[in-house]
């Protein structure tokens, strides 16, 4: 998509933080922006402010984890600027504490904000787009998503698992027109550690199961010299070249690359074996009877 004015975009978790930034971002390139938010007060407060001037933004109370309120939403998009040519699923909660530590009900609220929120969203917009043959997603992860990381476990899975289904649509869209891109920044200045105040009473419990890792927790995400503006820049560039993983801190960069060179081994460690049975993998798989 190498022209951005002109289209229709929707931002989810927009009222604040990297969804604020991209809203910001989109409504500079010449789009028309859908603004979506679980919180009333602070979406229209933030449409308020980036609508000054006349430019058109529309707040839509939206909670991602429900299927039918993301329907709402691409009615409501469609009802004031047309169908959605760009998607931002950025909203997300990010409880911190052991595995072992983390609740049932803490899981549940966060697989529904930070996966289903991803897999309604494509699911709403995606069949559209796709016949349309015009259109891109921008599924917001986070390098917790490619790295495993300690006190964010569950958050950590969750993302992993924005990642791969991200990837997956991305493939299954090739030729279409859509494209996908995913945002793996590392930790940035938000208030993505305070989410526990959007958690709904249905699933109530503690939000961070270590009180003491939860502040070094949010310590580290309010001493973060990285802007939410930062990751918004980082993509909407990758939305114009059309480019997947999109790493707008380069901190993580060493992380990153340390979890591909620890597959890469085991990779060249297997291999090793069955080189020296004189079977190629595939063949011990077809020997097997199933898939490699």
């Known amino acids: 998509m190498e022209d951005l004015a002109g289209r229709t975009a929707v931002v989810t978790g927009a009222a604040s933080g990297i969804g604020r930034a991209l809203a910001a971002e989109l409504l500079a390139a010449g789009c028309s922006v859908v603004m979506a938010d679980v919180d009333p007060a602070s979406l229209t407060a933030a449409a308020g402010e980036l609508a000054d001037g006349g430019r058109p933004v529309v707040p839509v109370v939206c909670d991602v984890a429900s299927a039918e309120d993301v329907e709402a ?50 699911a709403t917009f995606g069949p559209e787009m796709a016949t349309r043959r015009e259109g891109h997603f921008v599924v917001t992860a986070s390098a917790t998503g490619l790295v495993p990381t300690p006190g964010l476990g569950p958050y950590s899975a969750v993302k992993h698992a924005v990642v791969a289904l991200a990837d997956v649509t991305r493939q299954e869209l090739e030729g279409t027109g859509v494209g996908v891109s995913v945002l793996c920044p590392g930790v940035v200045r938000t208030g993505i550690a305070g989410s526990e105040r959007h958690r709904p009473a249905s699933l109530a419990g503690p939000s961070h199961a270590d009180p003491e890792l939860a502040a070094r927790y949010r310590e580290a995400v309010e001493a973060s010299a990285v802007g939410p503006d930062v990751v918004a820049k980082a993509a909407l560039a990758a939305v114009v070249e059309d480019r997947f ?46 898939m490699p």
């Not at 691409?74 to 504490?97: E, I, K, Q, R």
């Open 245 to 290: 993983l999109v790493f707008p801190t380069t901190e993580v960069l060493g992380m990153v690359r340390a979890q591909a060179d620890a597959v890469r081994a085991a990779v060249d460690e297997r291999a090793g074996v069955d080189e020296r049975t004189g079977m190629d993998t595939d063949s011990r798989a077809s020997a097997r009877g199933r």
């Open 73 to 122: 939403l691409a009615a409501a998009t469609s009802a004031a600027f047309g169908p959605a040519h760009l998607v931002c699923l950025n909203a997300g909660v990010s409880p911190s504490g052991p595995v072992l530590q983390t609740s049932e009900s803490t899981w549940r609220w966060l697989v529904g904000v930070n996966l289903f929120g991803v897999v309604h969203g494509l």
